[in-house]
Structure formats: structure tokens, C-alpha cells
């Protein structure tokens, strides 16, 4: 496949919990993203990681937090779930600097 | 930050005619200009990309087109065919860590 998996696929969490999606490369890529699409809103960047445990914030950011202790694994964990994250989540991966990204198949996460 | 409007948000065209989306851009150091598809339920996926280099470039019946005095670019489909209904995304980017601001998005439906 793409070479790139995410998982879970499909989220139903409650308010108040922790939830922790995962993606997964084989390419060996340096750069890992994680967006958001929302219906009028596109896609957003949440977090982004340009190696092993180098991370930085994008533009909605608040209410998460990612880690990379692997090149192949990029976490993103929600701290404490709300209805407003209740959303499609899209992993990328890139070769870096003006390559285009790769996307994973997208987890869609429900916040009752 | 980098701030990509994209124009219209639906696009309805008869098969074999042409369509267009335009995007603009804020921030006039953005050097990578990539458009993506995404269809029903799918992730996005790369179809055509500009470097801010040069001014246009072709790809069977896709091309793209940047002015970067304007801070525009444009995608042109020619021939439409009921495949290429979709939502198509422009993008833009500034290199380095290759973080990539969408545009939100364009829906196309090619009416056979």
C-alpha cells in the first residue's frame, strides 16, 4: 500500500477521556504530520515532527500533544477528549523539503 | 502564517468540458505549491505540484499555473470525466520542515 497506516480507523470516545491514535511508516521518511479535516475548514496541521523526538506545534494545537521515539511511529494523544475534536484525523509523511505528502487512510474519531 | 484562500467552493461542469480553481496565498516566501484530490471517503492524494520556480506545468490533462507576483495559482482540468468529481485541495508551503497550509478545499462534480 502507501506505506503508511493508521490506526484505530474508527474512534467513539466519552468527554473527559484520554484517547491515543497511532501512524505508522515504512518509508523511513523524516517528516510526520498530523492534520484534522473538518467539513469548511480544509485540512488543519495539530503537530508535526521533523525526527525522533523533534516536535512542533501547528496551528490547532491546543488539547493535544504527539510523540516520536521512533522514526516509523507518530502518537497523537488527546488529553482529555471534547465534542469540538470530534473529527477526521490524517497522518502524512513526507521526504522533506517540497515533496509532497503521503497521506494515511484517516481515523475518524467521534466525541460523545 | 501562511494563509491559503481557495475559490469556488463548488464546481459543477458537463463531461469533456473544462474546470478551474483558483487559490491565493499570503505569504510571499511559500516555494512549493501542491494540489491534492481526495474522493468520497478516501484519503488525499498528490495529483500535481509547482515549485515557485517556475510559472507552469502539465500533467495530461492537469496543469497548474503560479503567479507569484500575485501571490495566485490556478488548477486547469481539461476533458473532464465523471472520474475527476472530487474535492480537490491547493496548498502552499514553505520549505524547510515542509509545514503545508491548505485551502478549503473545492468540490467538483462533473455532470456526464
Known amino acids: 500500500d502507501a506505506g503508511i497506516t493508521q490506526s484505530p480507523r474508527h474512534k467513539v470516545t466519552e468527554t473527559g477521556t484520554p484517547v491515543t491514535l497511532r501512524c505508522h511508516q515504512t518509508?523511513?521518511?523524516?517528516?510526520m504530520y498530523w492534520y484534522r479535516q473538518d467539513p469548511g475548514h480544509g485540512l488543519r496541521l495539530i503537530h508535526y515532527s521533523y525526527g525522533v523526538k523533534d516536535t512542533d506545534k501547528g496551528e490547532v494545537s491546543d488539547g493535544y500533544s504527539v510523540s516520536r521515539s521512533k522514526t516509523e511511529d507518530f502518537l497523537l494523544t488527546l488529553e482529555s477528549a471534547t465534542s469540538s475534536q470530534t473529527s477526521v484525523y490524517f497522518c502524512?509523511?513526507?521526504?522533506?523539503?517540497?515533496?509532497?505528502?503521503?497521506f494515511g487512510s484517516g481515523t475518524r474519531l467521534t466525541v460523545v | 502564517g501562511e494563509n491559503v484562500e481557495q475559490h469556488p467552493s463548488t464546481l459543477s461542469v458537463q463531461e469533456g468540458d473544462s474546470a478551474v480553481i483558483k487559490c491565493t496565498y499570503s505569504?510571499?516566501?511559500?516555494?512549493?505549491f501542491p494540489w491534492y484530490k481526495q474522493e468520497l471517503g478516501k484519503r488525499p492524494q498528490l495529483i500535481i505540484d509547482i515549485r515557485s520556480n517556475v510559472g507552469e506545468k502539465k500533467d495530461q490533462r492537469i496543469a497548474v499555473t503560479l503567479n507569484k507576483t500575485a501571490k495566485h495559482f490556478s488548477l486547469h482540468i481539461t476533458e473532464t470525466q465523471p472520474e475527476d468529481s472530487a474535492v480537490y485541495f491547493c496548498a502552499a508551503a514553505l520549505g524547510g520542515y515542509q509545514k503545508v497550509t491548505f485551502g478549503t478545499g473545492t468540490k467538483l462534480q462533473v455532470i456526464p
Open positions: 505569504d510571499s516566501a511559500s516555494n512549493y
Open positions: 518509508e523511513n521518511h523524516r517528516y
Open positions: 502524512a509523511i513526507s521526504e522533506g523539503d517540497r515533496y509532497g505528502y503521503t
